[in-house]
């Protein structure tokens, strides 16, 4: 029976990262009814970024049950009885996995009187790659648009190729939350939000590493925290080549500066200031009214991220900061942000949840998946997509594609964690010291 009717509801996370996972997984539990009762089952795709134990400990989220996969075990996992169904399905990976999950999903369910709705979307800010991404991931009965400002721009590129905009739907950031800011802390209470990618060059990083670590020997009163995503070693959504831990290494480090880990919410309980390149955590930020500052010193630039912030109003340099100016966000950019620091964020997700009630009780079950790329419309990209995950054109598993009868047994373990720990040394290591070498 329908979610709507048995007052439960069966959702499957798939993530490919320890960010996609908490996107997925708090999206899973925003889009229940108030009075329905939840049941969260997650897989991790197989991959270099997998989450570690601790990582997800970290997102904090409990599922019901969380094994690791690869695309096709998934697949047949999807693929069992009516009785073993999900209401929803949530796709949270890169926009390549999400096109390669709903060709499978479309040949898998093929004949089927009834399937799950089939959800997607941004972890957060959208700022490069939107039609690419956009378009890979149309054919989801739904993609959801984190804000007013997401939900227009989606809708303008599916219309202007001539796909079907319909499944846009406009919420908000999943995690936001957290008490608003109360004002200031003793001690007051700098942290800066480190990002895997951004900037992703030796120089500009320890360019950042410096000016902060400068912040906290010029504001010895302050406590100045270096807020980290991972441990050298993890992955996250993003590559990290240069962690700040070994940037920092051998650096005389002042005694109110300190590295440090755990959720961002609780590290933002104890925030006066959050200072950042474009990360995701100023979005946390503003929506609890703490003071917020997007740097400038490496520029306004795409490859950053942080042009998307132009007209916020918290834009500014260290020199600015420690001079002690602090921006004002603008009310009308914070609105369109999704930010929802007005108070709206308990009534972001209603129209989601709506539309997934609709879908469940359609008479006849749902139509198969419609996704805008197809062997067609896309015959010199949609193969190659299809091919990574071990799909066919068809989205019907190639011939062999990995089984998921069974559990690796302690060789093929082994045998796994060493290859990802080659992986990770040939990223961290090697990859960047024969970049180096181009460049001479």
Avoid at 60 to 73: F, I, K, M, N, P
Avoid at 192 to 201: I, K, N, W
Avoid at 365 to 384: Q, V
Wanted: net charge positive.
């Amino acid at each position: 029976m329908p979610a709507s009717a048995t007052k439960s509801l069966r959702v499957a996370v798939l993530a490919d990262s320890d960010t996609r996972w908490k996107w997925g997984a708090l999206t899973a539990q925003r889009l229940a009814p108030a009075d329905a009762e939840i049941r969260l089952d997650g897989y991790l795709l197989r991959g270099r970024a997998t989450p570690t134990a601790r990582q997800l400990r970290e997102v904090g989220v409990r599922a019901d049950s969380l094994r690791e996969v690869t695309g096709v075990e998934f697949l047949r996992a999807m693929g069992g009885t009516a009785e073993d169904q999900y209401d929803v399905l949530i796709l949270a990976l890169v926009g390549g996995g999400v096109q390669a999950m709903l060709h499978g999903l479309r040949a898998g369910w093929a004949g089927a009187g009834k399937r799950p709705v089939v959800v997607t979307g941004y972890v957060g800010v959208v700022y490069e790659k939107l039609a690419d991404g956009l378009l890979l991931r149309h054919g989801a009965d739904l993609v959801l648009a984190n804000s007013r400002h997401d939900a227009d721009r989606f809708r303008a590129v599916y219309e202007g190729v001539g796909a079907d905009a319909s499944s846009v739907t406009e919420v908000a950031l999943p995690f936001l939350g957290g008490a608003p800011y109360a004002g200031e802390h003793e001690p007051y209470t700098v942290v800066f939000a480190a990002q895997p990618s951004v900037p992703d060059s030796r120089k500009d990083r320890t360019y950042l590493l410096r000016r902060l670590i400068e912040h906290a020997r010029r504001h010895p009163e302050r406590e100045v925290l270096l807020k980290l995503r991972s441990k050298p070693g993890e992955h996250t959504t993003h590559i990290e080549e240069l962690p700040y831990q070994k940037l920092a290494q051998g650096t005389d480090l002042p005694t109110n500066f300190r590295l440090v880990y755990g959720h961002m919410g609780e590290v933002l309980d104890r925030t006066d200031l959050l200072v950042t390149v474009s990360s995701t955590a100023a979005l946390e930020a503003l929506h609890r009214r703490i003071p917020t500052v997007i740097l400038t010193d490496l520029g306004v630039r795409e490859v950053l991220g942080n042009h998307h912030f132009t007209g916020s109003g918290c834009l500014a340099s260290w020199d600015q900061l420690d001079a002690g100016r602090r921006p004002v966000p603008d009310a009308e950019w914070v609105a369109r942000q999704g930010v929802a620091a007005d108070g709206s964020y308990a009534t972001a997700f209603d129209t989601a949840r709506e539309r997934i009630a609709k879908l469940l009780d359609r008479p006849g079950g749902l139509p198969p998946l419609n996704p805008y790329y197809t062997p067609e419309t896309a015959p010199g990209y949609l193969p190659g997509i299809l091919a990574r995950h071990h799909l066919g054109p068809d989205g019907v598993p190639l011939p062999g594609a990995p089984a998921a009868d069974k559990e690796p047994g302690p060789v093929r373990q082994i045998v796994r964690r060493a290859a990802r720990g080659a992986y990770r040394h040939g990223v961290q290591r090697v990859a960047p010291v024969i970049r180096r070498m181009g460049e001479l």
